[in-house]
């Protein structure tokens, strides 16, 4: 899988910028799922020590670390936040100099995981950028709220992804706010890549959703969906800690994918969906501006989602719902329309990384 924050490395690159983008780490937790395609992939990168992309202008490193933090329980303390990189092996921060980025200009910091930066290197100007409403999150404790409040009072400029992230960041006392919603990377969506293997055994219409399978995907509409059409596939691609014990036969949970594979899987399905569940996740969900709403539309997919008010605002084409029956219904007319692939890639197009981030590059450019 890939966020936004990998899209926004790269563009700084195509911006004329020296980039180091160090992911979360990996620790002794993800050896128990050692069969993974991208743990083992991040592994790989933690192994070679660093790589550089983009005719060198772009360095990427996964760090290794006996512990890290998070929302599980044993691991949300405040210390932990503030000194992971300390248990780092080898040390994170010392590799980091290595690599020639000890003193930046920018330091871009997009997650509240990762605060010991604001002191582990030196920089002119500091850029948080909240994709999330983290305190949505399960097991959100004092470590990452503090982490979180720190990094906003120290920010000379916080971005987010949501109208609502905008106004909650400016209630926190956050200096400087910029709107700026999630992107696409739109050329990687509208090729003509190969149908999956896995489609293979699939007879009849796709329906997909692409992203994390957490209590904020509500699997109620995806079953109903599935019992009232049951010549249509609904396939899953994410990963899901916590799969429903039973789902139709015509459910289909295909786990994570590589992102540079993503495309071929979308544009072989016929709709994609967005069912996240208001009533269980409402606060998260309200200031969530999807991803995946670009990357459907601009693999030529209708979208079929649930109505939030970020969603309202955008005048997307994507047809959005209140209640289960309304999904169901939607998904169905979906399914039977002729093919407006053109309209909502002109859509897609309008929300290009490049174009998103033009109001970032002009701050960073100022002197």
């Known amino acids: 899988m890939r966020v936004g924050s990998h899209a926004i490395a790269t563009q700084f690159v195509h911006q004329g910028w020296e980039v180091a983008y160090v992911a979360a780490p990996i620790t002794p937790l993800n ?16 192994r070679a020590g660093g790589q550089r992309d983009l005719d060198g202008k772009l360095w990427h490193y996964v760090p290794f670390s006996l512990l890290a933090p998070s929302n599980r329980r044993f691991l949300r303390s405040p210390w932990l936040f503030s000194n992971w990189s300390k248990l780092s092996l080898p ?43 983290n305190a949505g999150f399960d097991g ?19 971005v987010t992804a949501s109208r609502g992230l905008s106004q909650w960041a400016s209630e926190q006392g956050a200096r400087h706010v910029m709107y700026m919603p999630n992107g696409v990377d739109f050329e990687r969506f509208t090729g003509h890549p190969p149908r999956p293997a896995e489609y293979a055994s699939l007879s009849g219409p796709i329906a997909v959703f692409v992203g994390d399978i957490s209590t904020w995907v509500d699997m109620t509409l995806i079953d109903a969906c599935a019992r009232a059409m049951p010549w249509v596939n609904f396939v899953l691609i994410g990963p899901c800690a916590s799969p429903p014990a039973t789902v139709p036969a015509n459910v289909h949970f295909l786990g994570v994918r590589p992102h540079d594979q993503l495309a071929g899987y979308l544009r072989h399905a016929q709709v994609g969906l967005i069912p996240f569940h208001l009533e269980k996740c409402g606060q998260l969900v309200a200031h969530i501006h999807p991803l995946k709403l670009y990357e459907y539309l601009a693999s030529g997919l209708p979208v079929v989602s649930s109505r939030w008010a970020e969603l309202e605002g955008l005048g997307s084409p994507a047809v959005l719902c209140s209640s289960s029956a309304e999904f169901v219904a939607a998904v169905r007319v979906a399914l039977e329309e002729p093919n407006q692939a053109p309209h909502y890639q002109r859509y897609a197009q309008s929300a290009s990384w490049p174009q998103r981030l033009a109001p970032l590059f002009s701050w960073a450019s100022e002197t």
């Open 31 to 46: 050896f128990l799922k050692p069969g993974s395609s991208v743990f083992q992939a991040r592994l790989a990168e933690y």
């Open 140 to 158: 959100y404790g004092a470590g990452a709220q503090r982490s979180e409040m720190n990094a906003l009072a120290r920010a000379d400029l916080v």
């Open 91 to 133: 040390n994170v921060k010392q590799r980091v100099h290595e690599a020639g980025f000890g003193e930046v200009d920018l330091l871009l910091l997009d997650s509240i995981y990762q605060p010991a930066w604001l002191d582990d290197i030196r920089y002119k100007r500091c850029v948080v950028r909240l994709a999330d409403y």
